[in-house]
Structures are given as structure tokens and as C-alpha cells.
């Protein structure tokens, strides 16, 4: 069985630029969760989507967006790049009757 | 401010030593998920507990839940230098929620 994959691996962007990260979950999990992970130490949730809904939100600008497709695939978008967006953004899904979330191995996004 | 707090932050340790690293909030939760992430990965899930008074071992590690549902411990006993790596706390409010994560404890143990 596939994990979840994300891409791209990594993202170098110039600030003011958009960027765009994927994330592909696990089959039959319909929930994905958005996380941003700085300086190697905790995650800070960013976005939660459940059968294409919104479900949640971090504390984080409008600038942060995404949105689920109907295969329950995602996309995080980040518009007018910030140097401190320079981050590990990682994606996880999970089936909603049961615990613990699968990651995957995350986007490395630099702005520079 | 994190809704869960983890201590320490950092831990260096000689191989074989014991350590035992905590989760504590003022917050109730669900479930407390107890995760591990090595660089250039994404964080691998070590164990659940989900009731309060919770104990679960997993080889050298050992998980505990406290009674009231708050707070968390992890306890390494005879640590192995392949224990290295980041040690995340998560809590869960109601199965499918969102989980809410501590700020890590990086751990390095020397052989």
C-alpha cells in the first residue's frame, strides 16, 4: 500500500512569489491535514480537509490556502512569499474512525 | 504559547542510559498519540493511548497516560543511538480531529 506522497521534495521561491505544494493520501483515508514545521522542532496545523470540505483552520493569513480534489488529493497554496514561510510543510491523512495520522516526507519550501 | 507542553527540549545522552520525557497540558484529551521523526522525514506514529491510566510498551519504550487524561510520559530504558531522532506529543480531541502537536524533544544518544 502507497504512503503519502508529497511533492514536490523541495521548492525554492523568490518572495512575493506563489507556491504550490501536493500531497496524495493514503487510499481510503478521506481526511488530510496541512502542517508547517520550522526550525526542525513542532508542528503548527495549518489546514484540515475532509471529503473536499474545510473542516478547520490554523491560526495562520489568508494567504494560506488549499483545497481537496475529488480523489481526496490536496493542494496547499501559498501566495506573496514570506522569507519566514521557509519551511518543512508536511501532509497527513488518516481515516476518520481511527487514530493516528500517516505523514508524508513533506515539502522543504525556501524563500529567498 | 503550545497547548501541549513537551520537556526537555533537548537531550543528550551515553548510550544505555534511561531517560523519560514529558507531555503536559491543561487541556483534556481524546487520545495522546506519541510520534518520531528523523531528519528529512515525516513524523512516524510509536503509539496511542486512549484511556486514562494507560500504560503501553513497546520494546524499550514505555508509554503512560495520565489518569486524567492531561498529560503523557515517554520512558526509554538502556537508550540505543538508533533512538536518536525528534519525539513529538499529540493530542486529540474526538477521533478524526485535528491533533494538536508539542514542541519536540530532540533527542541524540552517543554510542
Known amino acids: 500500500e502507497a504512503g503519502v506522497t508529497q511533492s514536490p521534495t523541495h521548492l525554492i521561491k523568490t518572495r512575493g512569489q506563489q507556491a504550490t505544494l501536493r500531497c496524495s493520501p493514503i487510499?481510503?483515508?478521506?481526511?488530510v491535514y496541512w502542517y508547517q514545521q520550522a526550525l526542525g522542532l513542532g508542528l503548527q496545523f495549518l489546514l484540515w480537509?475532509?471529503?473536499?470540505?474545510?473542516?478547520n483552520r490554523g491560526n495562520f493569513p489568508p494567504r494560506f490556502s488549499g483545497r481537496q480534489f475529488p480523489n481526496y488529493s490536496s493542494e496547499l497554496n501559498v501566495n506573496a512569499l514570506e522569507l519566514e514561510d521557509s519551511a518543512l510543510y508536511l501532509c497527513?491523512?488518516?481515516?476518520?474512525?481511527?487514530?493516528?495520522?500517516?505523514f508524508g516526507s513533506g515539502t522543504r519550501l525556501t524563500v529567498v | 504559547t503550545q497547548l501541549l507542553e513537551q520537556s526537555p527540549q533537548f537531550l543528550s545522552i551515553q548510550e544505555g542510559e534511561n531517560l523519560t520525557v514529558y507531555c503536559n497540558s491543561s487541556?483534556?484529551?481524546?487520545?495522546l498519540q506519541w510520534y518520531r521523526q528523523e531528519p528529512g522525514e515525516g513524523p512516524v506514529l510509536l503509539v496511542t493511548?486512549?484511556?486514562?491510566?494507560e500504560v503501553k510498551k513497546l520494546k524499550r519504550l514505555t508509554f503512560q497516560f495520565g489518569d486524567a487524561r492531561k498529560d503523557s510520559s515517554l520512558h526509554i530504558t538502556a537508550a540505543q543511538p538508533g533512538d536518536t531522532g525528534l519525539y513529538l506529543c499529540?493530542?486529540?480531541?474526538?477521533?478524526?480531529?485535528?491533533?494538536?502537536f508539542g514542541g519536540g524533544t530532540r533527542l541524540m544518544v552517543k554510542p
Open positions: 497527513a491523512s488518516s481515516s476518520l474512525q481511527g487514530y493516528g495520522y500517516t
Open positions: 487510499s481510503g483515508h478521506t481526511s
Open positions: 480537509y475532509d471529503e473536499g470540505e474545510e473542516r
Open positions: 487541556s483534556v484529551f481524546s487520545s
Open positions: 493511548v486512549v484511556t486514562g491510566g
Open positions: 499529540a493530542g486529540e480531541r474526538g477521533a478524526g480531529n485535528m491533533l494538536t
